[in-house]
C-alpha cells in the first residue's frame, strides 16, 4: 500500500482539477436553459470531494515518482477518470445503464467516437458538449495537460510524459523542461481549436454544432451532435474544412509546435512522416473514388471524389466522422479504410492506431532484410530522414506490431465467442483498438454499439484504453513483475 501511495496522491490532484472540466458544460447549460445543469453540479461535487478524500488519505505518502509510478498513475487517470465522466450521462440519461455510459466516457476520453446513444439531436446541447470535451481532452492526452499543472503542485512529470508520449521515439526533447513542452503542445491545439471552430461556424453551422465538431475534429475522436454525422449538414463546404482539419490533427503536434516556434513552414519538410502521410491518403482517396464509380455505386466520378474523400480520410486519420453508410459500399472499400486506420495518422498526433512512423519504420526493415538476403555483408542502416535508427527501436516496433496483431485476433476471437457474428466482431476490434470508431456490419456508421451485450462492451472498453494507451503501458501494469518488489 505505501508503494502506491504517491501515485493516489497525485491521483488526487488530477481529480480535483478535472472537476473543473464540467464547467463549460454547466455554464453552457445555465445559458441555454436546457435543463441539464444539475447533472453538472452533481458531478463537480463527487468528483472534487473524491479527490480531496484521497488526497487527505494519501497525503504522507509524497514524494518524486519512479518510472513504474508513471505508468501505474497513467493507467490509473485513464481508467479512473471515465467512471467520474459518467456522472452527467448517468444523471441526465436514467435509462443508461452503468456499462453503456462507461464505454461512453471511455470512447470520448480516448477519441474514439464509438457511441451507444441515440436520439443525439434531441439531447441537451450541454450534454453532446461534453461528450466531446472529453474527446478535446483526452485527443491530446490527459496526461500532458497534468505535465503542465503539476510542476506548480510541486511534482515532477518526466516519467508521465515518456509513458504516455505515443511515438517509439520518446526520449527526443521539445524544450527542455517536460512542463514546456506541455504547455507549447496545448497553446497549439488551443490555436488549432480555435481555427477549426470559427472555421466551422462561418461555414454553416450553429456556435453549439460548431464547439461540438471542433473538440471532435481536433481531437480526432468522431462525436456529433446528430445521429447522421456529417450528412446530417449536406454540405460541401463543412465536409472541406473537416477534412482540412482533420489532417492537420492527423499529424505530429511536436511538428506543429516546432513550425510555431520557429515561424516557419521548414518543420514539415523535416518530418519524415509527412510526405507518406499524404502521399498514401492522396493515392487511397483517388483509388477508392475511381473504385466505387467503377463499381457503379457512384455515377460520375466528382460525387464518387466527394463521398471517398470525405470517409477515407475521416477513417484513415481515426476521426470516424461519416457522411454516407459505408457500411453498404462494396466491402473491398471499408475493409481498407479500416486498414488505413492501422497506421495512417503520425506519431505524436491525436489519432489512433500503430503510426505511420512505426510503418515506415516496419516497410524499410523488411526492405533492408530483402537486400541482406542478396548482399548477406552489406551494412544497410534504416534511416528516417537523415537519421540512422538503432536496431533498438526497431526491435521495440516489432515487438509492438506482434502484440498489436495479437490483440485484435485475441480480443476478435473473444467477441465471436460471446455471440457476435465474426465480421461484427474483427471490424469492431480493430475499430477500438485504433480508437476510430465505427466498424462495419451489426455496428457501421448508421448504427451504434447499443447492439452488444454488457460484456461485449466490457471488451470494447478495454480494446479502447489498450489502444490508447499503445498497448505496453497497460499490459506492463497487468504482469506479476511490475508488482513485485
Known sequence: MSQILPVVHILSKVLMLFSAAFLLPLAISLGLEDGAHRAYDEAIVVTFLSGVVLWIFSRRGKRELHTRDGFLLVVMIWTILPLFSTIPLLSYIPDLSFTDAYFEAVSGLTATGATVLSGLDSLPPSINIWRTQMHWIGGMGVIVLVVAVLPMLGVGGRQL??????????????????????KGLWLVYVIFTAFCFLALWIGGMSWVDALVHAFSVMSLGGMSSHDASMAYFDSVTLEIIVMV???????????????FRMRNLLAYRLDAEIRWYFGVLGASVLGLAFYLQYKGFYLDFPEALRYAAFNT?????????????????????PLFMLFLSSFVAGSGSTGGGIKMLRAVLLYKQVYRELIKLIHPNAEIHTKIGQQSVPNKIIYAVLAFLFIYVASIVILSFILSASGLDVFTAFTAVVAMVNNTGPGLGQVGPASTYAVLTDFQTWVCSFAMLLGRLEFFTLLVVLTPVFWRK
Do not use: Q
Request: no cysteine; aromatic share 16%; net charge neutral.
Open 161 to 182: 510524459f515518456k509513458a504516455e508520449t505515443p511515438t517509439p521515439m520518446k526520449d527526443s526533447k521539445l524544450t527542455p523542461r517536460m512542463a514546456e513542452t506541455a
Open 313 to 333: 480520410i475521416a477513417i484513415a486519420t481515426t476521426l470516424g466522422f461519416s457522411t454516407t453508410d459505408f457500411n453498404v459500399w462494396p466491402y473491398f472499400a
Open 245 to 259: 482539419f482533420a489532417l492537420i490533427a492527423g499529424i505530429s503536434f511536436s511538428t506543429h509546435f516546432m513550425a
